[in-house]
């Protein structure tokens, strides 16, 4: 089959921080044909990037805590939630550009080698974000402490784990965010190959 979109028509219902629009369209049918007209909202924001920053000769992770508006009502656990360092792109940076940036604004750490883990789509049934996730190798001897822009309000606790401690956090569901999961797990199963993959260079 041809796979193909009418876009019918396209507004946008709010645009502040983030945006939000609203499509009315048609696409072609598995079985041939078009679907009937449909409207879809779809929530707009910049293509992010995302960074396990891991220290090989300690077996280290680099985790950061803050406060996510979208887990105010979390039932069971706060809405300080424990991530890897991210941040949105900005126009005319790369994503390697921005995983280097991130991490030295968001972690304080200095990124020795980047490796690319994947680049994913996050809730495309209603939102545009797609992220460039990478694991960056750093030494995390003295990282820790208290990081991010007073500008843009960031209060981030960061600190260095075993990455076992980590891991178990997944497990138990402390860490309920789907891009370090995603990271954590990617590097439970090279996390002692890190050295010898190929990655982008600072």
């Given at each position: 089959?041809?796979?193909?979109v009418?876009?019918?028509?396209?507004?946008?219902?709010?645009h502040?921080?983030?945006?939000?629009?609203?499509?009315?369209?048609?696409?072609?049918?598995?079985?041939?044909?078009?679907?009937?007209?449909?409207?879809?909202?779809?929530?707009?924001?910049?293509?992010?990037?995302?960074?396990v920053?891991?220290?090989?000769?300690?077996?280290?992770?680099?985790?950061?805590?803050?406060?996510r508006?979208?887990?105010?009502?979390?039932?069971?656990n706060?809405?300080?939630?424990?991530e890897?360092?991210?941040?949105?792109?900005?126009?005319?940076?790369?994503?390697?550009?921005?995983?280097?940036?991130?991490s030295?604004?968001?972690?304080?750490?200095?990124?020795?080698?980047?490796?690319?883990?994947?680049?994913?789509?996050?809730?495309?049934?209603?939102?545009?974000?797609?992220?460039?996730?990478?694991?960056?190798?750093?030494?995390?001897?003295n990282?820790?402490g208290?990081?991010?822009?007073?500008?843009?309000?960031?209060?981030i606790?960061?600190?260095?784990?075993?990455?076992?401690?980590?891991y178990?956090?997944?497990?138990?569901n402390?860490?309920?965010?789907?891009?370090?999961?995603?990271?954590l797990?990617?590097?439970?199963?090279h996390?002692?190959?890190?050295?010898?993959?190929?990655?982008?260079?600072?």
């Amino acid at each position: 089959m041809k796979k193909d979109v009418k876009i019918l028509n396209k507004t946008v219902m709010y645009h502040g921080f983030f945006k939000m629009e609203k499509y009315h369209l048609q696409h072609t049918l598995f079985a041939g044909g078009w679907s009937g007209e449909m409207s879809r909202e779809l929530f707009v924001r910049g293509n992010c990037v995302a960074v396990v920053l891991y220290d090989p000769a300690r077996d280290e992770v680099v985790l950061i805590e803050q406060f996510r508006v979208g887990a105010i009502d979390s039932p069971i656990n706060t809405p300080w939630l424990i991530e890897i360092v991210a941040g949105i792109m900005e126009e005319n940076e790369t994503p390697q550009e921005v995983a280097i940036r991130e991490s030295l604004e968001e972690a304080g750490c200095v990124v020795e080698k980047l490796i690319p883990i994947n680049t994913f789509y996050l809730s495309p049934g209603g939102s545009s974000e797609k992220i460039s996730l990478f694991c960056g190798l750093v030494n995390s001897e003295n990282v820790g402490g208290i990081h991010g822009l007073a500008h843009e309000n960031e209060d981030i606790c960061v600190r260095a784990v075993s990455f076992t401690d980590a891991y178990q956090m997944v497990l138990r569901n402390e860490i309920d965010s789907a891009i370090p999961v995603i990271g954590l797990q990617w590097l439970a199963l090279h996390r002692f190959e890190v050295d010898k993959l190929d990655g982008y260079m600072k």
